[in-house]
């Protein structure tokens, strides 16, 4: 069964940044495509940014590129999302989710797994 484990998050105050974490396991899945998506309250969740377990450029929304940035780390199927100058706009759960045959990133409902979510509050 694949499981995927969320660390990071928290309260900040705007300008300040956070990092989140993303493990699958177990680590012998075959995932080809690591993402990140966010819901707040009253608002449809979005994807924030996506990044492709073998290479390629990543996908970003357009309300936090230049802010974010996705990477893959060196443990197997082990993906962070850096968010640096954070604002209010940005609270929400967010949540890691992974899928073996993702095509269109933003998508959620082609990513087969997802985290147990992590919450991110950012004060004015």
């Known amino acids: 069964q694949v499981k995927l484990v969320e660390s990071g998050g928290g309260s900040v105050q705007a300008g300040g940044s956070l990092r989140l974490s993303c493990a699958a396991s177990?680590?012998?899945?075959?995932?080809?495509?690591i993402g990140w998506f966010r819901h707040a309250p009253g608002k449809k969740r979005e994807a924030v940014a996506a990044i492709w377990t073998g290479g390629g450029p990543d996908y970003y929304a357009d309300s936090v590129k230049g802010r974010f940035t996705i990477s893959r780390d060196n443990a197997p199927n082990t993906v962070s999302l850096q968010m640096n100058n954070l604002k209010p706009e940005d609270t929400a759960v967010y949540y890691c989710?992974?899928?073996?045959?993702?095509?269109?990133?933003?998508?959620?409902?082609?990513?087969?797994?997802w985290g147990q979510g992590t919450q991110v509050t950012v004060s004015s």
């Open positions: 989710a992974a899928g073996s045959s993702v095509v269109n990133r933003a998508a959620a409902d082609e990513y087969n797994h």
């Open positions: 177990p680590y012998t899945y075959n995932s080809n495509c």
